[in-house]
């Protein structure tokens, strides 16, 4: 993106994030006249544990930043986007309108989360460790109040509709198929007198959803000169081969009269799994006679979401026949006297928060039980723990 002659319009971009939470790419402009200009695309929030004191600075003055842009309300991707507001940040947030409504809900869980952890680590005794930056942990990293002030920030664009973002930027929301509201980004710089520069910020890209229809990027994008920003977390596995395995161990575990615990992320895989039993069903490879749960008050507040979305998806009706949602402690500790052969749908996703906290323990050493994580689990989290002693003793 930089080109030789230092006079000319000059992009650097620099991704902050050294694995794969954390997500935030830094882009600074330079302009012939020796302006600049700074934009950030997502700011998310560092999950693996050895990055967690990440979280409590930027590696850059946030009050210089011009503008933002989201491409999809992952907590990886937005989780530190009030306390980049907070810190100093002035200019707008611009992202899908789906996404604009879906981020409160992602964020105020969020800061439920970081405040209920602060008052667990204030009744235990904390070792610190020397080679870990010190931070104030007595105070959440953001809380309710954050969230609303960034909201007022946030701008929701409708999808493939470039719009002007100051007097040298234009973007355009390309849909994007990894979550309901997800965007590529396409980012062109121009200059008078200068080749303009395009960039594509894909996100975590899929080029379908259950749910809803991804349109191919147009040929006018592939057809410009362009510069491609990607994230490769999930690029190097096959959709097809995931959804047979998943189908395989779900009747497999049924028909061996099993309890089946499937922790899922609230948003977007939660829904599509619910889908994938709604099929089974349908197709009666899994009986409507087998109870299914669904515990994770966050999973419950998307599903609210979908339902009341019906215009923006092509499924509308996703619940598969016997289900329950489970709220709270009673209705938990009534599934776990179920002795039945069932499944469970819980949050969250890697295993380290939400109900999965109680089923995990309870179930992992029954002989009649499987469990299986729905998607990425980070490092040092309880889902990846259990993978690594599962390939260290090849069970
Ligand atoms: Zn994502």
Known sequence: ??????????????????????????CTVRFPNREKLKFIVDCGLFQEEKYQSSNY??????????????????????????????DGFKGKTYTSKLAAELMPIALNNT?????????????????????????DNSKPLFDSDDVANAMQNVIGKDFNTCFKVN?????????????????????????????????LFTGDY???????????????????????VTESTYGTTSKNEINHVFEDLVINSIKNKETLIITLFAFGRMQEIK????????????????????????????????TSHYEDLNIKNFMPENITPVNGFEQRNGVLADRDCKIILTTSGMGNYGPAQVYLPYYISSPKATIIFGGYTAENTLGRKLQEVQERWNI
């Open 111 to 135: 800061a439920e989360i970081l405040s209920s952890n602060i008052q667990k680590n204030s009744k235990k005794k904390v070792i610190v460790d020397s080679s870990i930056p010190v931070f």
């Open 1 to 26: 993106m930089s080109k030789k002659n230092k006079a000319d319009l000059y992009l650097d971009v620099i991704a902050l994030h050294k694995e794969v939470t954390g997500s935030c790419i830094l």
């Open 206 to 228: 899929s080029g379908s959803n259950s749910f809803f229809t991804v349109e191919d990027i147009p040929d006018k994008v592939k057809n410009l000169p362009i510069n491609i």
């Open 275 to 306: 889908n994938v039993l709604k099929k089974l069903q349908d197709e009666n490879l899994l009986s409507k006679d087998i109870k299914i749960y669904s515990d994770g008050k966050l999973a419950h507040e998307y599903d609210n979401f979908y």
């Open 167 to 199: 007097d040298h930027v234009n973007v355009t929301l390309l849909k994007n198929g990894h979550t309901l509201g997800a965007s590529c980004i396409l980012v062109t710089i121009h200059y008078k007198g200068q080749e303009p520069i395009n960039v």
């Open 57 to 86: 600075s930027f590696p850059f003055d946030p009050s210089e930043i011009d503008f933002a842009l989201v491409t999809h309300t992952h907590i990886d991707h937005i989780g530190r986007i009030p306390k980049l507001y907070k």
